[in-house]
């Protein structure tokens, strides 16, 4: 039974942590708390369920167009909304705020053009397969989960560490002003963070989306508050963080869900992350970095 | 007054719940104006509407020491919490303030005497118009004296720089602490009077997004004064009662609004100097 619950807790983590990956990503370079990521997540399901059913299109086809779909929402968003408030110097408060006006309109024109009901994939449409190992049930389709969203991380994490791109990034992160003196286009930087986290944050909608296989216009908030609850524990800004904090999560999530009452999981959960909070506030693994606009 | 009794009768509620949100966007200028970003008002509010409500369903106290009550329930609470949380700064505390929002409210969707997620049921009508109307008109004048006070020129300099504040000899925590037990305060009568014309309350109500909503309030009327607040929360609550026509989407004004004024009005909808200069040369900003 525990092997079972492991099993469902890695998928669940490895999502939360995608999710998680973008909304820190944006934190660290751009010092945003982007508020409309739930919502982005929300569009890339609907997307990926779009192409599926209207358009017959393959599983991963889906899932690339949902990424473009939800990543080209996040590059809208930061030049037409993130990028004016950073020539004005608005104190952080301020883009947080906008990104909420972002969330509550995305969330309602999905309400209005897809109404409340939940939306599934067609059955046929998923990978039905699965196998035994030993007593624990594996669905393919979780197996899938898993890999994309470790594939994807792999990837980012490579990309920050070990390229040009990543270090300029990561210069961006320490300081965007002095990374702007050494020649980098700070600027074109922000705008490619804001598509990449979205594009994660999309394609971490259709796993959702695939995984519980019910789609609604609301399923945007309970995952951003998994996705503060990620980058509070793991450290703000912290990639390595959003991926521990992420699995964390799942984790204490399932498990106590099986073992306690399906609510005071929650409550374990934020009680946890509020302790860490007044004891350790920069997360457990990260830096507390003070960045004045 | 055939009008009057008319419209009475159909939107008292909203009215009711203008004046309500109006506090509300009071208790959360309060803690912005010491420049802390908390996001717990929601929560208090929440405790004070369920303490009060408990209070008159339970012990039957009489509504004026039940809004104490709940007034000072939800201080209490502050006053505790306060120490540890106001350590943190910006955005941190915003989180940490998140959390402790999430606390109570699990809490309370897990309390048996809370009634649990269905809330509780049966709160008898006690909430008056002139009631909140009187509130509202006390908590505007005591917030403006304070404005005007030490006190609230110790808030000022600790928003404008906590460092240079404290070097002034301003005891920065402890006026901290002032704004956060006083907002707290404000939220929990809010709460209290809320919950006492809705028949009705539950944990949902005191979640994450009323959280923002009411920080939404503030920042979109403009933190610079009293008036802003109060006009962003009529604003916000009456707004998508007006757009009913548009059904679901009708909430996609308030994000529109929302997000254009974050961009062409940087100070909030209500800043006088702007208004005034607009006036002055004929109707041209």
């Keep these: 039974m525990l092997e079972q619950q492991l099993l469902n807790a890695l998928t669940l983590g490895s999502v939360y942590a995608l999710f998680a990956l973008g909304f820190t990503l944006v934190f660290g370079v751009l010092a945003v708390i982007n508020l409309s990521h739930g919502a982005v997540f929300m569009v890339g399901s609907y997307v990926a369920l779009a192409l599926v059913t209207q358009l017959d299109a393959p599983l991963w086809a889906a899932m690339l167009g949902a990424a473009l779909a939800s990543g080209g929402l996040g590059l809208l968003v930061d030049v037409l909304i993130l990028k004016p408030l950073r020539v004005r110097n608005a104190p952080h408060l301020i883009p947080m705020i906008a990104t909420i006006g972002v969330a509550i309109m995305v969330t309602s024109s999905s309400q209005g053009l897809f109404g409340a009901e939940i939306r599934r994939f067609p059955e046929e449409t998923l990978p039905a397969a699965d196998f035994m190992v030993g007593a624990v049930h594996v669905r393919v389709l979780e197996i899938a989960i898993v890999a994309i969203a470790f594939l994807l991380m792999a990837v980012l994490f490579i990309t920050l560490k070990r390229t040009q791109l990543g270090r300029a990034l990561r ?30 944050g999309g394609i971490a909608g259709v796993l959702i989306g695939l995984d519980f296989n019910a789609i609604t216009p609301q399923m945007g908030q309970p995952i951003l508050h998994k996705g503060i609850a990620v980058i509070i524990l793991g450290g703000m800004g912290d990639i390595r963080g959003a991926l521990i904090g992420g699995l964390f999560l799942g984790f204490a999530e399932v498990i106590s869900k099986a073992y306690l009452s399906s609510q005071m999981g929650d409550a374990v959960a934020f009680g946890l992350l509020f302790l860490i909070l007044l004891v350790r506030p920069s997360g457990l693994f990260g830096r507390v970095l003070e960045r004045k606009a | 007054m055939e009008w009057f009794n008319d419209f009475w009768s159909t939107y008292s509620t909203l009215v009711f719940t203008v004046g309500v949100h109006m506090l509300l966007a009071l208790s959360i200028w309060l803690t912005l104006s010491c420049g802390l970003l908390s996001l717990a008002n929601a929560a208090f509010m929440g405790i004070g509407a369920y303490v009060s409500a408990l209070l008159t ?18 201080a209490l609470v502050a006053l505790v919490i306060g120490a540890p949380v106001l350590r943190l700064s910006g955005v941190y505390l915003a989180m940490a303030t998140l959390a402790f929002g999430e606390v109570v409210r699990i809490t309370v969707l897990n309390l048996d005497i809370t009634g649990g997620p269905e809330g509780l049921n049966g709160i008898p009508l006690a909430t008056e118009g002139w009631h909140i109307a009187l509130l509202l008109l006390l908590a505007f004048y005591g917030l ?20 240079a504040a404290r070097l002034m000899g301003i005891n920065v925590n402890r006026y901290k602490l002032l704004a956060f037990v006083l907002g707290g305060f404000i939220a929990g009568i809010a709460g209290a009077l809320n919950a006492h014309f809705t028949f009705f309350i539950s944990p949902r109500e005191y979640g994450f997004e009323p959280a923002v909503d009411i920080l939404t309030m503030a920042v979109l009327g403009g933190t610079g004064s009293l008036v802003g607040p109060a006009l962003g929360a009529g604003i916000l609550t009456l707004l998508p009662e007006l757009l009913r026509f548009l059904h679901d989407f009708r909430s996609l004004v308030n994000g529109a609004v929302l997000v254009l004024v974050v961009l062409f009005l940087p100070k909030g909808i209500w800043e006088p100097r702007r208004i005034r200069a607009f006036f002055r040369k004929g109707g041209q900003a």
């Design chain 1, 171 to 200: 210069a961006i992160a320490e300081s965007p002003k002095a990374a702007y003196l050494m020649g980098i286009n700070v600027e074109g930087l922000f705008h490619v963070t804001s598509f990449v986290a979205a594009a994660l």
């Design chain 2, 57 to 74: 369903l339970n012990a039957g106290w009489a509504f004026p020491t039940v809004l104490l009550a709940g007034g000072i329930a939800p």
């Design chain 2, 144 to 163: 403006a004296r304070l404005r005007r006070s030490k006190v609230g020129r110790a808030f000022e300099a600790i928003k404008e720089d906590e460092i």
